[in-house]
Structures are given as C-alpha cells and as structure tokens.
C-alpha cells in the first residue's frame, strides 16, 4: 500500500524531516513518485525507510549507550587513580607505622636492657649489705662473748682477790696477837700500807 511522507510520518510518530532523512540516507530522493505536490512512497520504499529508521534508532542507542560507557570508563579510570592515590597513601601509612613500630621496639628494648643491669647492680648491693650484715652480726656475737668472758674473769679475780685479801688479813691478825700493843699498831699500819699503796706519815 503507498502512503505519503506525512503518512508514514504519522503512523510511525515521527517528524517528516526524519522521514526526510531516511530517504537521503537511502538515496531514495530520485526514485520517488510525484503525484500532484506531494511525493508518494511504495510498499518496497516505506519497508526501506523503515528499516532504516530502526536501524538509525539503534545507533542513536549505541552511541548513547557508547557515551555511557565513555563516562563511566572515565569514571571508573578517575575512581582507579583515586584508588591508587588511597593505596600509596596507605603504604606511605604503613610504612611510617611499622618504622614507629620497630623503633618503639627498640627502645622497649634498650629500657629492658637498663632496667636489667640496674637490677643486676642492686641484687649485687643487697648481698654485699647482707655479707656486711652477717659479719657485723659475728663480730658482735665475738664482742658479746668476750664481754661475757671479761665478765665472768672480773667476778673470778674480784673474787680472788677478795679471799686473798682476806686470808692475807687473817694471817697477819693472828702474828700481831702475838706482839705487844705497841707492835701490833706498828704492823696493822703497815698491813694497810701494803694493801692501799701508801704510808702514813
């Protein structure tokens, strides 16, 4: 059935410029019909425009679809570099911790060391106080014991020399007895001359 541009135009809901279009693509504009003004398109022309249309449509829709892609390609390569950007960051991150890491380590590691020698030094003073304290703890055992012996000899020869005083006494009173009064007064002075260390005048 032939039909007119604007006829086509109207069944297919597009503008006759579009139909215009087709018709140029196809190299139809020589091979129409004129009857009166208007321009009269065969079955085999409207099937050909047709066809081209949709096949017009279809690249309007790859190259949108096309367009799409191009952004999103774009944005994707921005979201990769931003994401690139991120991981060096996060190395640069990384490596800083683990330098602060390892130089944390070291200086745990250099206070265990100073405490431990610290450690060592004061376990090495305590046992010399204890070796001081053990040898003042003798001496002063040695001092108690001596001091106990003193004392024991002091009472010893106090004693002694009380009894020999008091024999030496008794010896002496039962010679002056014997004496006359005037000797014996001689002799007792003597007695105590000898026994105190000094005369009487």
């Given at each position: 059935m032939e039909m007119t541009i604007r006829q086509l135009a109207d069944e297919l809901s597009v503008s006759k410029s579009t139909i215009g279009r087709a018709i140029v693509q196809l190299g139809l504009q020589d091979k129409l019909c004129k009857i009166g003004n208007k321009y009269v398109l065969s079955e085999k022309q409207i099937l050909q425009i047709k066809l081209q249309l949709?096949?017009?449509?279809?690249?309007?829709?790859?190259?949108a679809s096309s367009k799409t892609l191009h952004k999103e390609e774009k944005s994707l390569h921005a979201s990769s570099k931003t994401l690139h950007k991120e991981?060096?960051?996060?190395?640069?991150?990384?490596?800083?911790?683990h330098e602060e890491e390892k130089s944390l380590q070291v200086n745990q590691e250099t206070q265990n060391s100073i405490l431990q020698e610290?450690?060592?030094?004061?376990?090495?003073?305590?046992?010399i106080k204890d070796h001081q304290i053990q040898i003042l703890q003798e001496q002063i055992g040695q001092?108690?014991?001596?001091m106990e012996s003193m004392a024991t000899a002091l009472t010893a020869a106090q004693a002694l020399h009380a009894g020999t005083?008091?024999?030496?006494?008794?010896?002496h009173s039962d010679s002056?007895?014997?004496?006359?009064?005037?000797?014996?007064?001689?002799?007792?002075?003597?007695?105590?001359?000898?026994?105190?260390?000094?005369k009487k005048n």
């Open positions: 949709s096949k017009n449509d279809e690249e309007k829709t790859l190259h991981e060096k960051s996060l190395q640069t991150i990384s490596k800083t911790l610290q450690l060592s030094i004061l376990n090495k003073q305590l046992a001092l108690t014991t001596a005083i008091q024999k030496q006494l008794t010896e002056i007895e014997q004496l006359p009064n005037q000797e014996q007064t001689k002799q007792k002075k003597g007695i105590f001359s000898r026994l105190f260390g000094r």
